[in-house]
């Protein structure tokens, strides 16, 4: 059997059109995720929530986030992810405007768990959706660069900098309708209005053919699918050797990976307002004299934020430069390192310099996870 020739990475007019919509998507859920890092003690000093409710109004999001990250699997098997898409999105826009219309802590709370679950279905759909719809493995590899290394890094930094300049001027509700519902409604409409259900394009998309003993796919002649192929639709799929073993792998491989990660997005602002009330700053008893707030929203940007958009191009570049064992060990021992130090060291500057390495780290790392996530 002849060699397969390497994937090409000529663009369609529909991967234009499907990389603008998971460049928003993945902006908008980037928001909705790195949301609660700058909202989360504000709207708690206003409710006048305890320690408990505040630590539920905060979490909540990522616990929902992981259940339907697994929920998606057969909502996408049982109605596909085109519909999978819309519906996530539909909700996010429902959730967002209820929680901002009716703020008391069980609607906020609500609002948070269903973002959630709207932000993991929109986590897993997407990939998969693109993988499944882009013309080449090429184009997909390149559109993954702009919607996991660009767009989801972009958007932790925005919110965060975008409660720096005007969260103090406009409120929390009206701040939580300004941040994700505008990224939303483009995606809708390209859902709706732009893509098909079909993958085929019309110039430039995988065509196959059958015979009694081999398949013919754009010229190339197959061995009998039944060795070692098969066909789902047009496209040809490979199996996987040792799947179940590298599933396994790949899952304590996430998890520590996005443990860093999203962890950093609360922790980061809790220890910034505990620092500040065991040094005495603040007097009185009013519960807005010590949280997170107006230039500890920059240093959330920059830390949560900035660390993330540098490393993910970056680990991009890397991904097919180093290899991944030796890569991984040493970024891995850099975060475990960073957070030795952290808990050793009680001092706010070097938290949050070490916060900014441990974010860097995850972000050369994320990459790798999102390429191991979308591959086909």
């Known amino acids: 059997m002849p060699e397969e020739p390497p994937p090409t990475r000529k663009w369609t007019r529909k991967d234009y059109i499907l990389t603008t919509m998971a460049v928003m998507i993945k902006f908008g859920d980037a928001v909705e995720l790195y949301l609660p890092g700058v909202i989360t003690q504000k709207v708690s000093c206003e409710l006048g929530l305890s320690s408990i409710q505040e630590s539920v109004l905060a979490v909540i999001l990522f616990?929902?986030?992981?259940?339907?990250?697994?929920l998606a699997v057969p909502i996408m098997s049982k109605f596909g992810e085109k519909f999978t898409l819309i519906l996530s999105l539909y909700l996010s826009i429902l959730v967002a405007v209820v929680c901002a219309v009716v703020p008391n802590y069980y609607t906020i709370t609500l609002s948070r768990a269903l973002i959630g679950l709207c932000g993991g279905l929109n986590g897993a759909t997407i990939g998969i959706y693109m993988a499944k719809q882009v013309s080449s493995k090429g184009v997909?590899?390149?559109?993954?660069?702009?919607f996991e290394a660009l767009a989801m890094p972009l958007g932790g930094a925005w919110v965060s900098f975008l409660g720096w300049m005007i969260l103090d001027l406009i409120g929390w509700r009206i701040f939580v309708l300004t941040t994700s519902i505008p990224l939303f409604i483009p995606p809708l409409i390209s859902l709706h209005c732009c893509i098909?259900?079909?993958?085929?394009?019309?110039?430039?998309?995988?065509?196959g053919e059958r015979t009694e003993g081999s398949t013919e796919i754009n010229g190339e002649l197959l061995a009998n699918e039944a060795e070692t192929t098969k066909l789902v639709?047009?496209?040809?799929?490979?199996?996987?050797?040792n799947f179940n073993i590298r599933v396994i792998k790949s899952s304590v491989y996430f998890f520590c990976n996005i443990c860093v990660g999203y962890g950093s997005i609360i922790l980061l602002p809790w220890l910034m307002r505990s620092y500040r009330e065991k040094a005495g700053e603040t007097e009185g008893s009013k519960c807005s004299d010590h949280i997170v707030q107006g230039n500890d929203l920059l240093i959330l940007s920059v830390v949560n934020g900035a660390c993330n958009v540098i490393g993910r191009p970056i680990g991009y570049f890397l991904w097919t430069r180093i290899k991944f064992l030796p890569l991984q060990f040493t970024l891995t021992a850099a975060m475990a390192i960073s957070y030795a130090v952290i808990l050793a060291v009680h001092n706010i500057i070097v938290?949050?310099?070490?916060?900014?390495?441990s974010k860097l780290c995850y972000s050369l790392q994320a990459v790798d996870v999102a390429l191991l996530h979308y591959d086909y």
Do not use: W
């Not at 639709?233 to 490979?238: A, D, H, L, M, Q």
């Open 63 to 70: 616990f929902c986030y992981a259940f339907s990250e697994i």
């Open 140 to 146: 997909l590899n390149q559109s993954s660069f702009l």
């Open 233 to 241: 639709g047009t496209r040809k799929i490979e199996h996987v050797p």
């Open 351 to 357: 938290t949050e310099v070490l916060m900014a390495v």
């Open 196 to 207: 098909s259900e079909s993958p085929k394009e019309e110039d430039g998309e995988i065509h």
